[in-house]
């Protein structure tokens, strides 16, 4: 049960993505959650025009979809949703809180479906049930009596478009745009990039770019893990010939090579379709440093071609129609030296000149991206200089070319879309204080990482968590555990038990919610729901599977309880009528935001998903120039807050496809052939030789940073594996405790989890199994 060691077994993994071992994957996951055969048929609903939307990752739904279209990710999402197995209140009577501490985050989450609402009993040191109304009134009462700037509604990124405008309102209604989201620590660099330069903050590609793309760029996404039925259309390209040219430290087995689950012939055979063209083990970090070589050769290819009277490499007459900045951006460029390249990509000057080359053939080309390049200190950069990449050649707005952001949660897009964001100018404002009658707060509110210093300041308040484990996402975790004892409230809405609700304060509230899978009956009759994916289509989703309790209350449900017992009365606002029949909410995002919502309940149910207006992908560039924004970078290092130094190592942090973020299903990664434990090590042979290490030693990490506060991880064993020298990787979230608060991008306070300068210690003796 407890985090304790256990002996790992480390095995080749040769297995490509997709193939037979998905299909055992999805076998186990379903009986591990006792999911029964009739339930395994909704399987068949998932990512359906006409079933529900999947709970794990957000890549887009297509009109005409697969038999299957989940993964087997997505399988383990939905076998750890609908499980049967539940915690009741008599779970509660025989742990306390301290005592589950000791558990391990899959043990936590392993026992069930949270099925009561609870509170916390000082006296007991245990959770006890509480009557709903009772909790309402409760909370309201809390929420009251607080200074309304010093509380905090956090959203995990899953909570519906309905659940998540209700939410919004209610902390606006409260009194502040403290309205941080997981978002905050995973694309905001996008948002924030993206915005900046082509004046939208999501991605521009959609499913039909990929039938006509001419050139995939892959930058720090794990798609045989993290988005799976993307392979579908890689591999869609692949059989057109497009080059895939993948830039990352670890050599991942879903981008090197996939067999499609769904095809009898492939799986017979075991054919193989290649993924990536061209891997390049970049140096964490090193991406900015990567483009602008790339760049580099782009315009040497370009001087040669003018020089010669060919066709130039760079798309002048979109450079001068659209953009601004470029004059700025090709002094940079050619200024910057070959050595700075070479050191901070880690890649030699040859592999840039290959992908750049490559690169510039394609008619139409397009970058994807995943936290690879957002989690860093430089991650707002990074994403602005992909972007630069692309509008050298007009990769913007034409069929086939653009940029796609991989979004993580299911509906974390979505979420933005609707309100919830610390940014009030990103908020309609003036539409609430027209369409509800009151006065909108207009001050900054607080993102993740400024929650995180006011709690460990002990300014806050009171923490609202809609979803997520906020605790255990976040980095500094030994500060902020012991900061978080200190709230005076915490109430977290969720389905499944884990640290973060074990981990409480002084007045707790846990709160258990329908799982989006599940019949939601209200009294107008059952209820769907409505969800935004990664490339900005909106999805009708019915759930399916019966509740796993009947005690259970929908998040809309949850959310218009703590307004009405916290808010004064509305008339405007009718909480009850929109918990009654969700497509009220519905018309009154159609109000609030007339160009993307309006007739939403009959179009929800598009095939596909409906796409909002993106302007950026019509070429119009909702910037302060008009025009898309070429920006200079204004630095090459990686990790410009930690200085490196003798005997230092660059951690990454990374997922197996044994989690979904901070849910562990189990201590398997099947793709890396290690089993058995997650508290390892990846390092390649050649550090292994230089620290003296074997397979399976035992050693300890230490933060290389001279603040004052000691960070550590330790009990992780040894695992060697393809990753480049002075660079080594270990799992999220294991090596948060690693991370100090202030090392995060500049412009999005994206918690830099991609790149930490640690030390090694070797550990004294080996921790008993
Ligand atoms: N099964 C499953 N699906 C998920 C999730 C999950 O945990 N499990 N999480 C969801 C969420 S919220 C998100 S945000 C996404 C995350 O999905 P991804 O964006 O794929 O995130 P990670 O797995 O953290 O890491 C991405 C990749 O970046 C590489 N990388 C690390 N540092 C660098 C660098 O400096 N440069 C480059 N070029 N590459 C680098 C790593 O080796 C890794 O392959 O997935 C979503 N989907
Ligand atoms: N070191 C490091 N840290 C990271 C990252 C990293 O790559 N490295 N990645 C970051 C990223 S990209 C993200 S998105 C964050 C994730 O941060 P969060 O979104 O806060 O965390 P999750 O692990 O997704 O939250 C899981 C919990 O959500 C609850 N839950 C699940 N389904 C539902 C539902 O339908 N409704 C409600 N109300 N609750 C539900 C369950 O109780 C479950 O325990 O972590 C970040 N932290
Ligand atoms: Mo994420």
Redesign the pocket.
């Known amino acids: 049960m407890s985090n304790q060691q256990k002996t790992v077994r480390v095995e080749p993994a040769t297995m490509p993505a997709g193939g037979w071992g998905s299909v055992d994957d999805v076998k186990n996951a379903l009986t591990g959650q006792n999911v029964v055969l009739k339930d395994t048929r909704l399987l068949l609903k998932q990512n359906k025009p006409d079933g529900y939307a999947c ?1 794990s990752c957000a890549w887009a739904k297509p009109a005409d979809p697969h038999p299957f279209e989940f993964c087997s990710s997505g399988a383990k999402a939905t076998a750890w ?1 609908t499980t049967t197995k539940a915690i009741g209140p008599d779970f509660f009577d025989r742990h306390t809180l301290t005592e589950l501490e000791g558990w391990s985050d899959h043990a936590l ?1 392993d026992h069930g479906r949270l099925t009561a609402p609870l509170r916390y009993d000082p006296a007991s040191d245990k959770y006890r049930p509480v009557e709903w109304e009772v909790a309402f009134a409760e909370i309201g009462a809390h929420l009251r009596a607080c200074d309304r700037k010093q509380v905090v509604f956090y959203a ?4 519906s478009l309905e659940t998540s405008y209700m939410y919004q309102l209610l902390a606006r209604m409260y009194g502040n745009n403290n309205l941080p989201d ?2 905050n ?2 694309h905001e660099s996008t948002s924030v990039g993206l915005q900046k330069t082509i004046g939208v903050g999501v991605g521009t590609v959609g499913l039909n770019d990929f039938k006509h793309t001419d050139c995939i760029l892959f930058f720090g996404q794990n798609v045989g893990v993290n988005s799976p039925r993307m392979l579908h259309q890689l591999q869609e390209a692949r059989g057109r010939d497009v080059p895939i040219i993948t830039f990352n430290p670890l050599r991942e087995r879903g981008l090197v090579s996939f067999t499609n689950p769904q095809s009898p012939l492939e799986m017979l055979t075991g054919h193989e379709t290649v993924i990536s063209t061209q891997y390049h083990q970049i140096r964490p970090g090193g991406d900015t440093a990567a483009i602008m070589g790339m760049c580099k050769v782009i315009f040497a290819l370009d001087d040669v071609a003018r020089e010669s009277g060919a066709q130039r490499v760079i798309d002048v007459a979109f450079i001068q129609e659209h953009t601004h900045g470029f004059d700025a951006f090709e002094r940079a460029v050619r200024a910057c030296g070959w050595d700075a390249i070479e050191r901070e990509a880690g890649l030699p000057r040859a592999a840039l000149e290959q992908a750049a080359e490559v690169y510039c053939k394609a008619g139409a080309a397009m970058g994807v991206y995943g ?1 690879g390049l957002t ?1 860093h200190r430089n991650g707002v950069q990074n994403v602005t200089m992909l972007v630069n990449l692309l509008l050298l050649r007009g990769n913007i707005g034409k069929p086939g070319a653009g940029i796609c952001p991989v979004r ?2 299911s509906n ?1 897009q979505g979420q933005r879309t609707v309100g919830i964001t610390e940014k009030p100018e990103l908020a309609p404002l003036d539409q609430l204080k027209e369409q509800y009658g009151f006065e909108p707060p207009r001050d900054e509110g607080l993102t993740t990482v400024d929650a995180c210093e006011a709690i460990l300041k002990h300014e806050l308040q009171a923490f609202i968590g ?5 605790l ?4 500094e975790t030994r500060l902020m555990e012991a900061a978080w004892r200190a709230l005076p409230l915490t109430v977290q ?6 640290r973060n609700h074990v981990i409480h304060g002084k007045a707790a509230y846990l709160l258990p ?1 329908l ?2 899978i599940e019949i939601d009956r209200q009294r107008s009759g059952a209820q769907a729901v409505t969800v935004e994916d990664s490339t900005s289509c909106m999805h009708g989703s019915r759930g399916m599977a019966e509740p796993v309790a009947a005690t259970l209350l929908s ?1 809309p449900a949850i959310v218009a309880g703590i307004a009405k017992a916290t808010l004064d009365p509305n008339p405007r606002v009718d909480w009850d009528a929109w918990v009654a029949d969700y497509g009220k909410v519905r018309d009154a995002m159609g109000v609030t935001f007339p160009e993307i919502f309006h007739d939403f309940n009959e179009r929800m149910w598009t095939p596909g998903g409906f796409r909002k207006p993106l302007a950026a992908a019509e070429r119009i560039w909702k910037t302060p120039s008009g025009k898309a924004e070429f920006t200079t970078p204004d630095e090459l290092p990686g990790n410009p807050d930690m200085d490196g130094g003798a005997g230092v190592l660059r951690l990454f ?3 197996s496809d044994g989690q ?4 562990i299903y189990s201590n398997d990664d099947r793709f890396r052939g290690v089993h058995g434990s997650r508290m390892v090590l990846f390092m390649s042979e050649a550090d292994m030789a230089r620290h003296g290490l074997r397979q399976g030693d035992v050693v300890a990490l230490r933060t290389n940073s001279d603040d004052g506060v000691e960070r550590r991880v330790d009990g992780l064993q040894i695992v060697p594996y393809d990753v480049p020298p002075g660079c080594i990787a270990g799992y ?2 294991e ?2 405790p690693l ?1 100090p608060l202030w090392h995060h991008a500049k412009e999005s306070k994206v ?1 830099a ?2 790149s930490i300068d640690v030390l090694l210690e070797r550990a004294a003796a080996v921790a008993a199994p």
């Open positions: 709970v949703e989450e995990s990124g899953r909570a997981s978002s620590m995973c936290m989690q993580g949660h974390v809609l979803g997520g484990n906020f255990r996402a976040v980095p809405v969720a389905t499944k038990l884990n919610c799982g989006r998040e942090t990374i997922r979904f973020n901070t849910t999220y979230p090596c948060n991370i918690p989890a991609k």
